[in-house]
């Protein structure tokens, strides 16, 4: 009976060895994939010269402006005078 108790432990231990022996080589592979898709190189452009259209201020002031004027003839089309 002790003989047999002793390889069924023994047996378990060998399984939790290729279980842990597995979980270290996966991970292992993990990180060394994720760590080949990093990029070292980092291009960052910040630049203030605005060339877009709609960079403007005065565009956005005319533009509302323009939605406040039809707005109000939008609004005052609706009365009737009496």
């Known amino acids: 009976m002790l003989k047999i108790h002793?390889?069924?432990g023994y047996l378990l231990d060998a399984r939790l060895f290729a279980?842990?022996?597995f979980l270290?080589?996966?991970?292992?592979?993990?990180?060394?994939?994720t760590f080949a898709q990093d990029k070292k190189e980092i291009d960052v452009n910040v630049?203030?010269?605005?060339?877009?259209?709609?960079?403007q201020p005065w565009v956005w002031v005319v533009g509302a402006a323009i939605f406040i004027l039809l707005l109000v003839a939008i609004l005052r089309g609706g009365r009737r005078n009496a």
Do not use: C, R
């Open 47 to 55: 630049s203030t010269h605005k060339d877009n259209f709609w960079g």
């Open 24 to 33: 270290i080589v996966a991970s292992a592979l993990v990180a060394t994939i």
């Open 19 to 21: 279980q842990k022996l």
């Open 6 to 8: 002793f390889m069924k």
